[in-house]
């Protein structure tokens, strides 16, 4: 990433602090953060995940978050996505949001609140300093071809990189799965069936620098996410923080790792014995910063049973949160499920 781009192909709105989509009501958040140093961040190797279950058992219970090594993916391919992400997103604004008109990848700016068909949920009074490319990847096969005769190659080029990286994360997502739900799965019917690969979702986002916005603007405020599964690869910028034990934790990037977190799916699938973790994004003050999140959820109406929860598919809680989004002003997410008593 370079340290610095066109300020013309931000967006215009990236300047107003503390969205409030995800504002949580429990907790306070203010308090200062800890840096995490590499040996303190659970650290799971990916060639021997399955003889490193209790490790990968306790990383989920007590943190909700590993960084996950050895991955198998060759560095050209991250190094050549991230490039060409970087370029895809220089573009002028105008020009992102006609980019891949005609196919399921769309353009999002200041917030992760999307609906089903990858667009902003609704225009944000306040901002998150951030914009996005969604790109649901059962549906890009099927346009592949759709630019290759167009002036500028560069989509294609782009589409084509972002296909092959999905495959990856979409074998790195099933394994992992496995492995965490495999307790579970002794307890829980049908646990296993829950993981639906078709849903996964890749996100490629920008952040600018703080220096070219208000310096009290977040790139992304605290929040969940709502999949079983989420996969980070972010680049050397840092602004990664996670909070656990009343403290927020700063995660400093490592070359060729990636961050996996849970999902609230996978709190609710487990009765609550993982935690589908609180974070958020801390903008540089000097350079821009490029990160690319998997996300895979359950099928939309495979009903969810818990005990911790009332029985709920996947599409009743996007439609809560989306709802809740609207109405309140902020996502709720589980404790709209929670069995009373």
Same mark, same amino acid.
């Given at each position: 990433?370079?340290?610095?781009?066109?300020?013309?192909?931000?967006?215009?709105?990236?300047?107003?602090?503390?969205?409030?989509?995800?504002?949580?009501?429990?907790?306070?958040?203010?308090?200062?953060?800890?840096?995490?140093?590499?040996?303190?961040?659970?650290?799971?190797?990916?060639?021997?995940?399955?003889?490193?279950?209790?490790?990968?058992?306790?990383?989920?219970?007590?943190?909700?978050?590993?960084?996950?090594?050895?991955?198998?993916?060759?560095?050209?391919?991250?190094?050549?996505?991230?490039?060409?992400?970087?370029?895809?997103?220089?573009?002028?604004?105008?020009?992102?949001?006609?980019?891949?008109?005609?196919?399921?990848?769309?353009?999002?700016?200041?917030?992760?609140?999307?609906?089903?068909?990858?667009?902003?949920?609704?225009?944000?009074?306040?901002?998150?300093?951030?914009?996005?490319?969604?790109?649901?990847?059962?549906?890009?096969?099927?346009?592949?071809?759709?630019?290759?005769?167009?002036?500028?190659?560069?989509?294609?080029?782009?589409?084509?990189?972002?296909?092959?990286?999905?495959?990856?994360?979409?074998?790195?997502?099933?394994?992992?799965?496995?492995?965490?739900?495999?307790?579970?799965?002794?307890?829980?019917?049908?646990?296993?069936?829950?993981?639906?690969?078709?849903?996964?979702?890749?996100?490629?986002?920008?952040?600018?620098?703080?220096?070219?916005?208000?310096?009290?603007?977040?790139?992304?405020?605290?929040?969940?996410?709502?999949?079983?599964?989420?996969?980070?690869?972010?680049?050397?910028?840092?602004?990664?923080?996670?909070? +656990? *034990?009343?403290?927020?934790?700063? !995660?400093? /990037?490592?070359? $060729? @790792?990636? &961050?996996?977190?849970?999902?609230?799916?996978?709190?609710?699938?487990?009765?609550?014995?993982?935690?589908?973790?609180?974070?958020?994004?801390?903008?540089?003050?000097?350079?821009? +910063? *490029?990160?690319?999140?998997?996300? !895979?959820? /359950?099928?939309? $109406? @495979?009903? &969810?049973?818990?005990?911790?929860?009332?029985?709920?598919?996947?599409?009743?809680?996007?439609?809560?949160?989306?709802?809740?989004?609207?109405?309140?002003?902020?996502?709720?997410?589980?404790?709209?499920?929670?069995?009373?008593?």
């Amino acid at each position: 990433m370079s340290d610095s781009c066109s300020f013309e192909s931000y967006p215009p709105r990236f300047q107003l602090p503390n969205s409030p989509l995800y504002h949580d009501h429990e907790e306070d958040l203010s308090i200062d953060e800890v840096v995490i140093d590499s040996e303190t961040l659970p650290v799971i190797d990916f060639g021997c995940i399955n003889e490193e279950k209790e490790k990968l058992h306790e990383a989920c219970a007590e943190w909700g978050v590993f960084r996950l090594v050895n991955h198998g993916i060759p560095t050209s391919l991250l190094n050549q996505l991230h490039e060409t992400s970087k370029q895809v997103f220089d573009h002028s604004l105008e020009s992102k949001q006609k980019l891949f008109s005609g196919s399921p990848i769309t353009y999002f700016r200041g917030t992760p609140a999307l609906n089903s068909k990858g667009m902003a949920l609704q225009e944000p009074q306040n901002v998150d300093c951030m914009e996005g490319f969604n790109v649901p990847l059962s549906q890009l096969p099927c346009h592949t071809h759709a630019d290759e005769d167009g002036d500028d190659p560069l989509p294609t080029s782009f589409r084509y990189l972002i296909q092959e990286y999905g495959d990856h994360q979409s074998r790195l997502a099933e394994t992992i799965y496995k492995a965490i739900t495999e307790r579970q799965c002794e307890a829980l019917e049908d646990c296993s069936s829950y993981l639906a690969l078709p849903t996964g979702v890749l996100r490629v986002y920008r952040y600018p620098a703080v220096s070219q916005i208000n310096e009290s603007s977040w790139g992304m405020d605290a929040h969940t996410d709502s999949s079983l599964i989420s996969i980070l690869n972010e680049d050397l910028v840092g602004g990664l923080q996670f909070y +656990r *034990l009343g403290h927020w934790f700063h !995660v400093r /990037p490592i070359p $060729n @790792t990636f &961050i996996v977190n849970l999902g609230d799916m996978m709190q609710a699938i487990s009765d609550d014995e993982y935690k589908s973790v609180k974070h958020r994004v801390r903008l540089n003050k000097l350079k821009e +910063r *490029l990160s690319i999140g998997y996300f !895979v959820f /359950p099928d939309d $109406n @495979t009903l &969810i049973h818990s005990q911790a929860y009332k029985p709920f598919s996947y599409s009743d809680f996007r439609t809560q949160v989306q709802q809740d989004i609207t109405t309140v002003g902020y996502k709720v997410g589980l404790p709209r499920f929670r069995r009373s008593g």
